[in-house]
């Protein structure tokens, strides 16, 4: 018989189980959503904040940008002052010189940059020249002028202290890094030497693109590099003359008699930067007739061929803050005449 109140029972329980059912896989679906939306939240957080980050490194490059068309147009100024006073000099009374202040960038921050003369620095691919058969001509014949300069240069340095014969073992080896052949200097290091190393490699045996490549060079430690870099340069790549309007004290200890491995002392390379500051050079007789130069000067007629007074290739040297960003550029700028050409460009975050 059947029993209809039994029936009911078992119908609420049915129900009762189903809205139980139901209720669980809502909690599931909404559980699952809220996971989705979280997921989903942080995704366009991060979508957001690369957004963000690129759009200010965006502006930024574009702030670096307009600060390298600034210096081509100083540059270009500095031609046509120097062209309608009859002048062929740079020096550092030149409005590319000055020290530049700090622009503010539409309430986001602040751009800066400051131009060097490449030509007041050392520049290593000079080294690329060596004397026929120096190894057998002894120490008087062995080295070119620029080979001497930089064996001066090298002992310039106040840290690391480098001695003379390791300065010569430098110097010839990165001869040999620059020269077309495989044969090593006396002291130098071709091929057979950089195969011994881990991992081995070869000499490069053409002129050098980059100052960073001093560190694959035979003999150059990574404190000398770093205490090196300051004051040399591979630009231009086929090496011009040194301004010495420009270049800094620790450069122009450098300047020493031909065959006097020697560099000055620190205080004859400050008297020189501070007569120069104060007085001027008027050109380089005049810059060899200082008194830094007694004694000397009969014995410079190498090193005065390495001399000049004007600069065509420049180091700009720009940072633009963007919302708490620093982005920082580097390029080497070429003038000739009243053209700017950008030569190579580096760049990142600070």
Same mark, same amino acid.
């Given at each position: 018989m059947h029993c209809h109140h039994c029936s009911s029972r078992r119908g609420a329980g049915a129900r009762r189980s189903q809205? /139980?059912?139901?209720?669980?896989?809502?909690?599931?679906? *909404?559980?699952?959503?809220?996971?989705?939306?979280?997921?989903?939240? /942080?995704? +366009?957080?991060? +979508? *957001?904040?690369?957004?963000?980050?690129?759009? *200010?490194?965006?502006?930024?490059?574009? !702030?670096?940008? /307009?600060?390298?068309?600034?210096?081509?147009?100083?540059l270009v100024m500095d031609y046509d002052e120097d062209k309608a006073e009859g002048l062929q000099r740079d020096d550092l009374q030149d409005l590319w010189a000055q020290k530049a202040p700090s622009y503010p960038l539409d309430d986001i921050g602040w751009m800066q940059g400051q131009l060097e003369d490449l030509q007041g620095r050392f520049n290593l691919n000079a080294l690329a020249t060596r004397v026929s058969g120096g190894s057998q001509t002894g120490v008087e014949n062995r080295f070119t002028a620029a080979q001497e300069q930089f064996i001066r240069l090298l002992q310039a340095l106040e840290e690391p202290l480098v001695s003379q014969q390791e300065?010569? @073992?430098?110097?010839?080896?990165?001869?040999?890094?620059?020269?077309?052949?495989?044969?090593?200097? #006396?002291? /130098?290091?071709?091929?057979? !030497?950089? !195969?011994?190393?881990?991992? @081995? !490699?070869? #000499?490069?045996?053409?002129?050098? #693109?980059?100052?960073?490549?001093?560190?694959?060079? #035979?003999?150059?430690?990574?404190?000398?590099?770093e205490a090196l870099r300051p004051w040399v340069t591979v630009w231009p790549q086929t090496p011009a003359k040194l301004n010495i309007?420009?270049?800094?004290?620790?450069?122009?200890?450098?300047?020493n008699a031909d065959k006097d491995l020697s560099p000055l002392s620190a205080e004859e390379g400050l008297s020189l930067a501070e007569y120069r500051e104060e007085v001027g050079f008027r050109d380089i007789n005049d810059f060899i007739d200082n008194p830094v130069f007694e004694g000397r000067r009969e014995k410079m007629s190498a090193i005065r061929s390495q001399l000049g007074q004007s600069s065509s290739y420049f180091l700009l040297d720009a940072t633009a803050e963007v919302a708490d960003r620093n982005m920082r550029l580097y390029s080497v700028l070429h003038r000739h005449n009243r053209q700017i050409d950008t030569l190579i460009r580096a760049s990142g975050s600070l």
């Open positions: 809205r /139980g059912a139901a209720l669980i896989v809502a909690m599931l679906v *909404f559980a699952l959503a809220t996971a989705l939306v979280v997921a989903m939240k /942080g995704d +366009f957080d991060r +979508f *957001f904040q690369r957004s963000v980050n690129l759009l *200010f490194d965006e502006q930024a490059q574009a !702030y670096l940008r /307009g600060a390298e068309d600034l210096a081509a147009m100083v300065a010569i @073992a430098i110097t010839e080896s990165i001869s040999d890094w620059l020269d077309a052949d495989t044969i090593p200097s #006396a002291d /130098g290091a071709e091929d057979d !030497y950089y !195969y011994g190393q881990t991992p @081995a !490699y070869r #000499a490069a045996n053409r002129p050098m #693109a980059s100052v960073s490549e001093l560190r694959a060079v #035979a003999y150059v430690t990574p404190e000398i590099y309007h420009t270049a800094p004290p620790m450069v122009l200890r450098s300047i």
